[in-house]
């Protein structure tokens, strides 16, 4: 099974996932987005990010079960889209202030997600919004609220 994942498709998305984003030029660091072809909240999730100054680059892929199993994203704390920033996974609708507060003050943990697609949320826009929270992941999978909007 290993030497045909290698000849996959995917093998270069999940190289990238395995080694993360590479640093932008300037400011901040690159973002790599990996989403199916046909989600629009991903698009626009990666669209925030950009007007806030990230540079992103998006992986399409058909299937992302893959991309999370090897970013430790459990079911519970999945999203529609998972990114990968300067050696943090991001899961779901993060929005880009919480990310640049992650990457200002390096705690020890795997990242960030938002479970769901909580509507207001970055990419989830709408007439009606409703709470949520951003969790941060640790190493063993447990979670603790890093920022509540």
Same mark, same amino acid.
Request: hydrophobic content about 45%.
């Given at each position: 099974? $290993?030497?045909?994942?290698?000849?996959?498709?995917?093998?270069?998305? +999940?190289?990238? +996932? =395995?080694?993360?984003?590479? @640093?932008?030029?300037?400011? =901040?660091?690159?973002?790599? *987005?990996? $989403?199916?072809?046909? !989600?629009? !909240? !991903?698009?626009?999730?990666?669209?925030?990010?950009?007007?806030?100054?990230?540079?992103?680059?998006?992986?399409? =892929?058909?299937? =992302?079960?893959?991309? $999370?199993?090897?970013?430790?994203?459990?079911?519970?704390?999945?999203?529609?889209?998972?990114?990968?920033?300067?050696?943090?996974?991001?899961?779901?609708?993060?929005?880009?202030?919480?990310?640049?507060?992650? +990457?200002?003050?390096? @705690?020890?943990?795997?990242?960030?997600? *938002?479970?769901?697609?909580?509507?207001?949320?970055?990419?989830?826009?709408?007439?009606?919004?409703?709470?949520?929270?951003?969790?941060?992941?640790?190493?063993?999978?447990?979670?603790?609220?890093?920022?509540?909007?």
């Amino acid at each position: 099974m $290993k030497t045909a994942l290698r000849h996959h498709p995917a093998a270069l998305a +999940l190289t990238a +996932l =395995l080694a993360f984003a590479a @640093p932008a030029a300037a400011g =901040l660091p690159a973002v790599t *987005v990996y $989403k199916t072809p046909t !989600c629009g !909240c !991903c698009t626009a999730w990666a669209d925030h990010l950009s007007a806030n100054g990230f540079e992103v680059n998006t992986i399409d =892929l058909p299937d =992302l079960g893959r991309v $999370k199993a090897v970013a430790g994203i459990d079911a519970e704390l999945a999203s529609c889209h998972t990114a990968m920033v300067d050696g943090y996974v991001i899961e779901g609708h993060v929005p880009a202030g919480d990310i640049e507060r992650l +990457l200002a003050d390096r @705690p020890p943990v795997r990242g960030l997600t *938002v479970p769901g697609m909580p509507l207001g949320s970055p990419g989830m826009e709408g007439p009606r919004t409703e709470p949520y929270q951003v969790l941060t992941i640790d190493a063993d999978g447990g979670t603790s609220v890093f920022a509540a909007h």
